[in-house]
Structure formats: structure tokens, C-alpha cells
């Protein structure tokens, strides 16, 4: 078994060189909010049972699979992949699309027909309350969404580094030597 774990593949050789070996202080104060929304998450899901969980990781696989392999597809489409998805953008739009309508109705229950009526007010909340329910679904969310583009653009200066090498390699490798 040790001789299996001491020969490694010169293509697991160059992966391993590529990994970071540390974690800098951003990539801590990212791992915290992510621990934290995580568990908020699992705290407020556990309150409606196995089904409320069930539907969270469904919503979960939906939100992060389908856009992470169209991604993946069209910046690495040299990889071989031992799968194929057929429409695989067709079903990511679709579902995208369906998300949206989702999140709206989590926020804004019954927008574009009756509004926050008895048929779509969450219980135990009064039409007169509508806004009230409106700010406290919508403002987590905007703060969500700022707190993503605010780590999204301290990053860029680890983006451009990362990409740096990568961009210098393709040159030279275009470039005939003398």
C-alpha cells in the first residue's frame, strides 16, 4: 500500500504543485460567513423537518450543479468527462428561471396576482403587514447579495495573480524560441 502512495503520476505531480497551502485571512473570513450562514441554514431548515431539509438540498443541487457544469463545459471543454448531459443550457436557464420565481414568491408571496391576500400571506401575518414581511425576507437577501460582491471584488487581485502565470505559459508557448 506505501508503494502505491510514493508513485505518483507526473500529472498528479503537477495538480499537487498548483494546490494552496495556506489560507489567508480572506480566505478565513469567508470559510466564517460560510459557517455561520450554514448553520443559521440548518438551525431555521430543522424547524420544519425532514421535508423543510429535503427541499433545501434540492434547492441546493439545483442552484449550484447546473450553472457549475455549464461553467465547466465551456472553460474546459478539452476535459473528458465520463457523462453526458443533453440541453444541459436549456435546463439551466429553465431552472434558473424557476428559482427566481421561487425566491420572488419567498419574498413578495402571491406578487403578480393577489399579492399577500389569505391565500398567499405566510402564517400568522396580516395583509396591513405585507411590507413589514417584505423588508425582513428582502433585506437578508440584498445583504447576502452585497456581501457576495464585496468578496467577489477584494478577490480580484488573487484572480489576476492566479491567472497571471497562466497567461505568461500560453505566450511563451506561442512564441518560437530562438
Request: glycine share 8%.
Amino acid at each position: 500500500m506505501a508503494e502505491l502512495m510514493d508513485t505518483m503520476t507526473v500529472a498528479a505531480v503537477a495538480e499537487r504543485q498548483k494546490l494552496q497551502r495556506h489560507f489567508g485571512r480572506f480566505d478565513i473570513l469567508f470559510f466564517l460567513i460560510c459557517t455561520i450562514v450554514g448553520v443559521d441554514t440548518i438551525a431555521t431548515v430543522a424547524g420544519g423537518g425532514g421535508e423543510a431539509f429535503t427541499w433545501l438540498l434540492i434547492y441546493a443541487i439545483v442552484l449550484l450543479i447546473y450553472p457549475a457544469l455549464w461553467k465547466l463545459r465551456v472553460s474546459h471543454p478539452e476535459v473528458n468527462r465520463p457523462f453526458r448531459m443533453p440541453l444541459y443550457r436549456t435546463l439551466t436557464v429553465m431552472l434558473m428561471v424557476l428559482v427566481a420565481a421561487a425566491s420572488v414568491q419567498l419574498i413578495a408571496p402571491g406578487a403578480g396576482y393577489h399579492w399577500f391576500s389569505s391565500d398567499f400571506a405566510a402564517s400568522g401575518w396580516t395583509y396591513g403587514e405585507r411590507f413589514t414581511y417584505l423588508w425582513t425576507e428582502l433585506i437578508p437577501v440584498l445583504v447576502f447579495i452585497a456581501v457576495g460582491v464585496l468578496f467577489w471584488w477584494l478577490g480580484r487581485k488573487t484572480r489576476a495573480e492566479v491567472a497571471a502565470p497562466t497567461v505568461r505559459s500560453q505566450r511563451g508557448a506561442a512564441e518560437p524560441q530562438p
